[in-house]
């Protein structure tokens, strides 16, 4: 065990997770990455973030759909450090269709994903982090965890459901020097919104430039995607001292959207 902080974030092999594994790297902390993409796709980025900053990372595919992957996924952090101080959970999917053609199976795997992973990875590093009075969790959950949009009935769904679920652990954990908050997040350029970008042009009968500017950005008053860095540099500061008074927060990033 090092005195670095060791931190855990869930789906960062893409994408948002990726940037705040890479922030935290830059912060000084030992890193557990994720994803379910095969582990030599992720190594050069592993090796590449270890050694710019000077951390110890490793990486777990674990699928966080059950929550046997989940433990998993904690079991490695546990093991490799000796602790898990902050966790971060991020990993998410989408799934864009009218109510009554969504797929069960998409219902499902939305919910246990994107709200159910948080819950088991929570129960399993709160415990450590109330013993060492000290912590800090942070949900990636949306501005679809404030407000809706019509065809993501599940995705709206967990990611409201997250927020409940921050506030709640964040009022478990309050006196134990551990803070549990969600970062709401606007449109990013993810692989995941560009994978949404070809259903939502078929669900509203519009070209994919038309949902780009009309739909998306349409929402988001900045007329701009919300960058990586900075959800990157949100995250990080949720982790410094001069943080420790906020919990059971949900802080939008979203240039604007829910302030309509
Ligand atoms: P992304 O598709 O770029 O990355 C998703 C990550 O999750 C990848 O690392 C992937 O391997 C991982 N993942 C997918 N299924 C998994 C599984 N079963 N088990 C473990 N890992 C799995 O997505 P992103 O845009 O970076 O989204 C990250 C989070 O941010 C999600 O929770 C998403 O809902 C949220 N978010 C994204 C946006 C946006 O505009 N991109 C906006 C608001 C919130």
Redesign the pocket.
């Known amino acids: 065990m090092t005195d670095r902080k060791a931190a855990i974030v ?10 705040i594994a890479r922030g935290l790297a830059a912060a000084g902390f030992d890193i557990v990455m ?4 095969a582990p030599d796709a992720v190594e050069d980025t592993r090796r590449a973030l270890s050694d710019e900053f000077g951390v110890r990372i490793v990486y777990s ?5 059950a929550g046997a ?1 989940v433990r998993e996924l904690v079991g490695l952090g546990q093991a490799t450090f000796g602790k898990v101080d902050v966790l971060v ?6 799934f864009v269709s009218p109510v009554e053609d969504f797929p069960d199976e998409k219902w499902d ?1 939305i919910i246990a ?2 709200l159910s ?1 948080a819950f088991h990875a929570t129960k399993a590093v709160v415990p450590g982090m109330k013993a060492r009075g000290w912590g800090r969790i942070i949900n ?5 965890g404030l407000v809706a949009s019509p065809f993501k009935s599940a ?1 709206v769904a967990a ?1 409201h459901g997250l927020l409940g679920f921050t506030k709640t652990i964040a009022l478990e954990t309050a006196e134990h020097g551990v803070t549990v908050n969600a970062i ?10 560009e ?1 949404q970008i070809p259903d939502t042009a078929k669900a509203r009968g519009i070209t994919e430039e038309q949902v780009k500017r009309d739909v998306l950005l349409a929402a988001q008053p900045t007329k701009r ?2 960058t ?1 860095e900075e959800l990157a540099d949100l995250a990080v500061f949720l982790t410094t001292a001069g943080a420790a008074s906020i919990t059971g927060a949900s802080l939008t990033v979203d240039g604007g959207w829910t302030a309509q």
């Open positions: 869930t789906g960062s092999s893409s994408g948002i997770g990726l940037g994720n994803g379910i993409e595919p674990a699928n966080l759909m992957g959970n991020n990993a998410g999917i989408q795997q994903l994107n992973a990636i959950a949306s501005a679809h995705y990611k709401c997040p606007g449109y990013v350029l993810t692989p995941l919104v994978k995607f919300v990586v």
